[in-house]
Structure formats: structure tokens, C-alpha cells
């Protein structure tokens, strides 16, 4: 199916621990972003991607890698999950760099670090 | 730096009636684009509305249209004709002209009574 899919859902795992979101789309989108959604902060920019090989940080990058080897896939790595980086973690994607261009989003993921 | 404020936390609104969720933004820009956010309990962002700040005349969309006061950095939401599944979170929206400076606001989770 076309759209943007994030995988797991759900995700519980222990401090400390490297853990890799995922994140593909089919729509062949050039730019692809990473968002975390906490309570009392809305949605914060983690990192996002112009295109293949080309990321860039945005407003909370740290504790955060990413790649983007192909265009449809944009993975987000806690190389060493802390507690604070419990959050739904989204993934967008849009045909610019300017959100007037729509973002679409996927169902997000629910991490938990313990 | 840029911020978005969202003093209603939550609110509620019987069916069929009207409801303005607020939003109000601090920036040194003159040229930017505005947007409404709509995260039902599924978790899917959804675009309700955009206003660019160049444009006075304000966006409509059905039921959903904005009161935006550029002087004042004010870009309400009004939902007219409430229905159930309007029931949400919303999230009020700021792009700059660089994209790193995407800004949401915390939310307001929308309630609508039967």
C-alpha cells in the first residue's frame, strides 16, 4: 500500500540499549523528518533528510542518529536509550522543505525506555 | 526565538456548537506560514488548515476557519457545527523561512459532548 509506514508500533526496551525506529514511504518523497510528541511540548523536530545522504539536525538531536542510504527509508537510532527519550516518535514526509507542501505522517511510535 | 503558545490545554464543546481553540506565536519574521493539526486517538496528523502570513483574508475550510491577526500573533481556530468526530488534540503550527524552524505548540485536546 502507498503512505508512509512506521514500524514497531510499539516499542519497550531498557536503558542503555540501541534501539533503531523505522521508517519507509512510497511516495518517493524527497524530504523525510523525524518528530518526537511529548506532553506540553507538541511535536519537536529530532532530524530530518533532503534527500538520500543529505540529514541535517533540527531542534532536539541529541541522544539521535540517522541515515538515509535510500530515498523510501529513513531510520532513527537511539544509540543509548535514556529514560527521557520516552515519546511517540513520528515520521513525515514531503515532496519540499517547506511545510506548506503538506507533511504526511505516519501512525507513529510508541517507545518506552524503562 | 520563535515560539507557540497554546493557553487552553483543554477544552470541550457540545455537539453542534461552535468552539475557537487559541494559538498565539512570537517572531521577528514577516513572511510565514501558519498551520491547524488535527491528532485523533489513532494518532494520525492531519492537516485541518493553513494560513500563509502574507494573506489577509482568512482560510476556510467547511466547518473549520481561522481568525488570524498578524499584528497581534494570533491564529485561532473555530470549528463550527461540532460533530463527534472532531474530538482531538490540536496542534497549532509555525514555519519560518528556514525549515529547521518548524515550531508546534503543545496541544489542545478538543472534547465534544453528545
Known amino acids: 500500500d502507498a503512505g508512509i509506514t512506521q514500524s514497531p508500533r510499539y516499542k519497550i526496551t531498557e536503558t542503555g540499549r540501541q534501539v533503531t525506529l523505522m521508517c519507509h514511504q512510497t511516495?518517493?518523497?524527497?524530504?523525510m523528518f523525524w518528530y518526537r510528541q511529548d506532553l506540553g511540548h507538541g511535536l519537536r523536530l529530532i532530524y530530518y533528510?533532503?534527500?538520500?545522504?543529505?540529514?541535517d539536525k533540527g531542534e532536539v538531536p541529541d541522544g539521535y542518529v540517522v541515515s538515509r542510504s535510500k530515498t523510501e527509508n529513513f531510520p532513527l537510532t537511539l544509540e543509548s536509550a535514556t529514560r527521557s527519550q520516552t515519546s511517540v516518535y513520528f515520521c513525515a514526509s514531503s515532496e519540499s522543505r517547506h511545510l506548506n507542501e503538506k507533511l504526511f505522517f505516519g501512525s507513529g511510535t510508541q517507545l518506552s525506555v524503562l | 526565538a520563535q515560539t507557540v503558545t497554546q493557553s487552553q490545554p483543554e477544552m470541550s464543546v457540545q455537539e453542534a456548537e461552535t468552539v475557537t481553540l487559541s494559538c498565539t506565536y512570537d517572531t521577528s519574521e514577516s513572511d510565514y506560514y501558519l498551520f491547524w493539526y488535527k491528532q485523533p486517538p489513532s494518532r494520525q496528523m492531519i492537516l485541518v488548515i493553513r494560513?500563509?502570513?502574507?494573506?489577509?483574508q482568512n482560510a476556510t475550510e467547511n466547518r473549520f476557519s481561522v481568525n488570524f491577526q498578524k499584528a497581534a500573533k494570533s491564529f485561532s481556530l473555530k470549528i463550527s457545527d461540532s460533530q463527534l468526530g472532531d474530538a482531538a488534540m490540536y496542534f497549532c503550527a509555525y514555519e519560518g523561512t528556514s525549515y529547521d524552524k518548524v515550531i508546534f505548540g503543545p496541544g489542545t485536546s478538543l472534547s465534544v459532548i453528545p
Open positions: 494560513q500563509e502570513a502574507y494573506k489577509q
Open positions: 533528510s533532503a534527500a538520500a545522504d543529505i540529514t
Open positions: 511516495w518517493s518523497h524527497s524530504y
